[in-house]
């Protein structure tokens, strides 16, 4: 009971998806797969978006076992290569007529200092620019079929962050742990920036603090291993860290807060950085120019 009252935070909406199509990327394992799992005991065709398919399709059977739901796909992405994300996309837009979720759920943290196949910084690679592309390649689609919805799953982190422009791939000074928060604020940064621009169209975008969850994304750090192990009754499972993303996915009567960030099923402070237009304004553009996108999308 403690346990359950300390994870906080629940998604009670009863919303049932059938007919409806759903993107879940890094559905694989972690908060993720538990998305997914629920979307599809929801009764949507969910589209598992991972990057290695072996783990994929694992998991693809295990959530069509425990929900019934056949739907459930498996297709290949790789946010650290811009030609796996257009590959996604172009496959997706060929197979599906509508899109109604897209959730990018994907991340990585406290990587050792690498580059994407694009020679993006990793974190910002993935975490930001990544799902940045993948949202743009499938805006289309998602205006078709509104009302739609775009989660961005941030972090509580995003506080610590700061978008460096003159260091956005960390050539100049670089921290595992400050790239992943930098990339955390640049998910809630583009959110809101996201709905501004779409504002007066039925799509709608939220960012989401998903709690501190036991997943596999502390895999590069002994020490956060050591705390989720001594404070392991703190920490919530990847199914109590999943529900902040399924209410901005399914709850009805949210659109109205487009661009905002969700924690525990509630609207959530974010940074001043996270709050500034002009920061927003200019990661996009800069964004548009490192993905050779226009910008004006
Ligand atoms: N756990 C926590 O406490 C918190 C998590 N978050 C956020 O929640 C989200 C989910 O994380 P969580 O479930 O905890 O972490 P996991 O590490 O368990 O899951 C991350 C998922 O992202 C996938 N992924 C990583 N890199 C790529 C890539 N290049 N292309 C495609 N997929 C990729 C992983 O695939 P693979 O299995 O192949 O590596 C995995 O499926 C992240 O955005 C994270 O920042 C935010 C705050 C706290
Ligand atoms: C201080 C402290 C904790 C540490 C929390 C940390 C270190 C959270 C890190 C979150 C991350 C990495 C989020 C990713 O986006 C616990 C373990 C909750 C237990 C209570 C005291």
New binding site residues.
Partial sequence: KIRKMLSCGVCTSNVQLSGKVAIV?????????ETAKDLARRGARVYL????MQ?GELVASEIQATTGNSQVLVRK?????TK?IRAFAEGFLAEEKYLHILI??????MCPYSK?ADGFE?HFG??HL?HFLLTHLLLEKLKESGPSRVVN?????HHLGRIHFHNLHGEKFYSGGLA?CH??LA?ILFTKELARRLKGSRVTTYS????????????HSTALKWLWQLFFFF??T?QQ?AQTSLYCAVTEGIEGLSGSHFSDCQLAWVSSQAGNETIARRLWDVSCDLLGLPMDW
């Fill in positions: 990327t890094g559905a694989n394992t972690g908060i993720g797969k978006a991972c990057r290695d783990k992405l790789d946010l650290a290569d796996s990018n759920n994907a991340g990585v943290m994407t990793m993935v975490n990544g799953v941030s972090s509580l982190a992943y990339s955390k998910n989401v603090h998903p709690g501190t969850v036991h997943s596999e994304l502390i895999r920490i919530k990847p860290g």
